[in-house]
C-alpha cells in the first residue's frame, strides 16, 4: 500500500500521500537511511521522534547532537565524515578559544555553534525544546516535523569497571569507548507534548538502525510509548552484523543489559511491539532462529555506504 504510494509519488511529483510515517532516530545509522526516505517519500508525511538523553551544555551552547544531525541531514547540511555538524563548517571560534587556552572536549564549527547558542538563548527566556527545534527546523526550510523525545533535561551515564560512573561523553570521547561497561544510567523523563500523538497518528512507525540502548531505549521507556507502539505497526533495521555493531559502542551496551550483541538481541528488545526486523544479508543464517522471537524478518543488504543503498534499504522499510 505504501510503496504504491510512493510510486505514485514519485512518477506525478505533486500527488500528496496520506500515510504518516514516524521514524525513531539517534545520531548516526538513521540519519542515513533518513537521507533515502527523504529521496522517494514526502516530507511533509515524515515524523522524526529524537532521542535526548544525550543532550547537554557546554561552552554556553546546548549541544542536542541527535536533533542537529537530524535537522542537517533533512536540510543537505550534515558532515557525513562525521555524521556530527555542517559540511564545510569554519572553526574560527574554536581555534581562537583554544589560542586563548580553553579547550572543549567537543569539536565545534562556527555555524554549528550557532544552532547551539541560539537553543541556550531560546532555554534561557523561557522556550520549551520542541518550540526551538520548530523554529530552526522551519528556519532550515524543513518540512517534516522533527520531534525530540522529551523537553525535560535528562542525563546519561556509564559505570565503567576501570574508572567507575563517568560522563557519556567522557566514554566516547576521553576514553574512545575501551572500557568494559558494567551499566548505563539515564533518568526518567515525561514526554514532550507531541510524542504520544505523533505515535497514535501515524501509520507505521520505523526505527532506523540506531543504538538500541543509549538512542532507541530512552524513547521507549517514556510513559505511554510502549503502549503507543503496540497499536502500531513497527519495524526495526538491526544496527548489528554478526556479533558487532556497524559502528560505535552499541556492542558494550547490549551486553550490559544482558542482550546479545546482535539483530537477535535487537529481536529480544523490541519484541513486545516489533512486527518485523530487518537484518543483514550477511545475518541470513539467524533468520529462522529470529523468527521465533518477532514475526516477520526481511534479509536485505544494510550497510548503507551509498545513496542507492539508503534508498533501497528505505524502499524495504517503506514497502
Ligand atoms: P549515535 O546517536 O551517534 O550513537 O547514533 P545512532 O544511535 O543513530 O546510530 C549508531 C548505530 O548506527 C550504531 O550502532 C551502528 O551500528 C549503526 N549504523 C551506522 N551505520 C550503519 C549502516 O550503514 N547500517 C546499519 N545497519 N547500521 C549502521
Known amino acids: 500500500m505504501i510503496i504504491k504510494k510512493i510510486k505514485n509519488h514519485i512518477t506525478t511529483?505533486?500527488?500528496?500521500?496520506?500515510?504518516m510515517i514516524t521514524v525513531f532516530s539517534g545520531g548516526t545509522g538513521t540519519p542515513k537511511l533518513i537521507q533515502?526516505?527523504?529521496?522517494?517519500y514526502p516530507e511533509e508525511e515524515i515524523s522524526v521522534v529524537v532521542n535526548t538523553v544525550e543532550?547537554?551544555?557546554?561552552?554556553?551552547?546546548?549541544?542536542?547532537?541527535d536533533i542537529d544531525t537530524v535537522m542537517y541531514t533533512f536540510a543537505d547540511m550534515i558532515d557525513e565524515e562525521f555524521w556530527y555538524g555542517i559540511k564545510g563548517d569554519t572553526y574560527i571560534v574554536r581555534e581562537q578559544l583554544i589560542e586563548m587556552g580553553t579547550t572543549e572536549l567537543l569539536r565545534l564549527g562556527d555555524k554549528d555553534r550557532a544552532t547551539k547558542l541560539q537553543k541556550a538563548i531560546l532555554l534561557e527566556e523561557g522556550w520549551t525544546l520542541s518550540d526551538i527545534v520548530e523554529l530552526q527546523k522551519d528556519k532550515l526550510g524543513i518540512k517534516a516535523s522533527i520531534i525530540p523525545m522529551s523537553d525535560e533535561e535528562s542525563e546519561i551515564s556509564i559505570v565503567t569497571k576501570e574508572h567507575g560512573e563517568i560522563e557519556f561523553h567522557d566514554f566516547l570521547i576521553k576514553y574512545q569507548c575501551n572500557c568494559e561497561v558494567l551499566e548505563v544510567k539515564y533518568a526518567h523523563v515525561s514526554p514532550s507534548p507531541k510524542l504520544i500523538e505523533t505515535i497514535e497518528k501515524c501509520d507505521k512507525v520505523i526505527f532506523g538502525p540506531s543504538n538500541p540502548i543509549t538512542s532507541i531505549r530512552p524513547i521507549i521507556s517514556i510513559d505511554g510509548v510502549e503502549d503507543a507502539l503496540k497499536e502500531k505497526e513497527v519495524i526495526a533495521v538491526s544496527p548489528f552484523v554478526g556479533k558487532s555493531a556497524f559502528s560505535g559502542p552499541a556492542g558494550q551496551f547490549m551486553n550490559a543489559f544482558g542482550y546479545e550483541t546482535s539483530s537477535k538481541g535487537v529481536a529480544e528488545l523490541y519484541k513486545t511491539f516489533l512486527n518485523t526486523l530487518v537484518i543483514d544479508n550477511q545475518d541470513e543464517e539467524f533468520k529462522e532462529?529470529?523468527?521465533e522471537i518477532v514475526p516477520n524478518v526481511i534479509v536485505t543488504n544494510t550497510f548503507m555506504k551509498t545513496i542507492e543503498d539508503k534508498i533501497n534499504l528505505a524502499k524495504i522499510v517503506l514497502e
Open 289 to 291: 532462529e529470529i523468527e
Open 55 to 65: 543532550n547537554l551544555y557546554m561552552s554556553r551552547g546546548y549541544i542536542a547532537a
Open 13 to 19: 511529483k505533486i500527488k500528496r500521500v496520506e500515510i
Open 36 to 40: 533515502g526516505i527523504k529521496e522517494i
